[in-house]
């Protein structure tokens, strides 16, 4: 059975940080591609961020560029999204979510359940 946690969610100030964390299990997290994805209410989910396997290549939406990182612990079979320079408008639910690759594409399979961000002006 597959489980993702996401966790690390929560009010901040605009301009402030968070960091999420994702931990995965039931699945062989090493050899999978990650994701991040959001969304805010009335609006389609987002694909911010992809991080392959091993970690050594990544995809920002332009959305977040310059302002989130994503990265992953495979001993921990953790993903992780550093989150500054935070906006009002990146308030939303933040899922994680396993490629069908290892790479980085379009396609997940599995979906944590994901943390609620909210940003205040």
């Known amino acids: 059975q597959v489980q993702l946690v996401e966790s690390g969610g929560g009010l901040v100030q605009a301009g402030g940080s968070l960091r999420l964390s994702c931990a995965a299990s039931?699945?062989?997290?090493?050899?999978?591609?990650m994701g991040w994805f959001r969304q805010a209410p009335g609006k389609e989910r987002e694909r911010l961020a992809a991080?392959?396997?091993?970690?050594?290549?990544?995809y920002y939406a332009d959305s977040v560029k310059g302002r989130f990182t994503i990265s992953r612990d495979n001993a921990k079979n953790t993903v992780y999204l550093q989150m500054n320079s935070l906006k009002p408008e990146d308030t939303a639910v933040y899922y994680c979510?396993?490629?069908?690759?290892?790479?980085?594409?379009?396609?997940?399979?599995?979906w944590g359940q994901g943390t609620h961000v909210t940003v205040s002006s």
């Open positions: 991080v392959n396997w091993s970690g050594g290549s990544t």
């Open positions: 979510a396993v490629s069908t690759y290892a790479g980085i594409n379009r396609d997940y399979k599995y």
């Open positions: 039931g699945v062989a997290f090493s050899t999978y591609g």
